[in-house]
């Protein structure tokens, strides 16, 4: 079946650097990359996601990469805020709709 | 954008009782609705998926007789932990899809604590 790892698992930023996080999954028919933020005690909020017909995608601060042929994905978060302290999920689906989740990362933003 | 709820957000119980947890979409009918445990500090794990009117499918390693996933509706479903103990405590979050894409609407999340 499907695994999914993720680094780092906590990562530490100044405010207003950017962070990046980085995925890798092993089913290469995986076909749909979101990427979730939660909070303490949360549900998971959608921040962005990627199809695998498309290399990139960025929404305001957060861009996603998508490499099909190494099987991996990245978050991009520029000038960072400290709102942006959370922990972060990336996840992969191979057309069932099932998702399987990233071991997370914990973001802490520094004022 | 659509909505998912769930009840209760919290419950408490003794150690041997039955627990049940509702999952529902409030504006959209959920073809398929998956079923999540989370522990502290730990990823979501996917523990089981259930379409409208069929039995649940579940992951390798989760119990399906104490795991009871019920789908009777679109818009509702059911995961009841039977004779629960200490070590089902956990973040217990449901998300259902439906609207004709991968993307799945994630419900508030239960956090049972079994004394």
Not at chain 2, 91 to 96: E, L, Q, T
Request: with cysteine.
């Amino acid at each position: 079946g499907e695994n999914v790892e993720q680094h780092p698992s906590t990562l530490s930023v100044q405010e207003g650097d950017s962070a990046v996080i980085k995925c890798t999954y092993s089913d290469s028919a995986s076909n749909y990359f979101p990427w979730y933020k939660q909070e303490l005690g949360k549900r998971p909020q959608l921040i962005i996601d990627i199809r695998s017909n498309v290399g990139e995608k960025k929404d305001q601060r957060i861009a996603v990469t998508l490499n099909k042929t190494a099987k991996h994905f990245s978050l991009h978060i520029t000038e960072t805020q400290p709102e942006d302290s959370a922990v972060y999920f990336c996840a992969a689906s191979s057309g069932t709709d099932k998702l399987i989740f990233g071991t997370g990362t914990r973001l802490q933003v520094f004022p | 954008g659509a909505v998912v709820s769930q009840h209760p957000s919290w419950v408490i119980c003794k150690s041997g009782t039955s627990v049940k947890i509702e999952c529902r979409s409030l504006d959209f009918q959920a073809t398929t609705m998956f079923w999540y445990r989370q522990f502290p500090k730990q990823s979501l794990m996917l523990m089981a998926t259930s379409n409208e009117g069929s039995k649940a499918t579940y992951e390798q390693g989760v119990e399906k007789d104490k795991f009871l996933i019920n789908h009777a509706s679109l818009t509702l479903s059911t995961l009841t932990v039977t004779s629960a103990h200490p070590e089902d405590s956990s973040f217990y979050i449901c998300s259902a899809s439906g609207l004709g894409y991968n993307e799945q609407f994630f419900g508030p999340g239960t956090r049972l604590t079994v004394l």
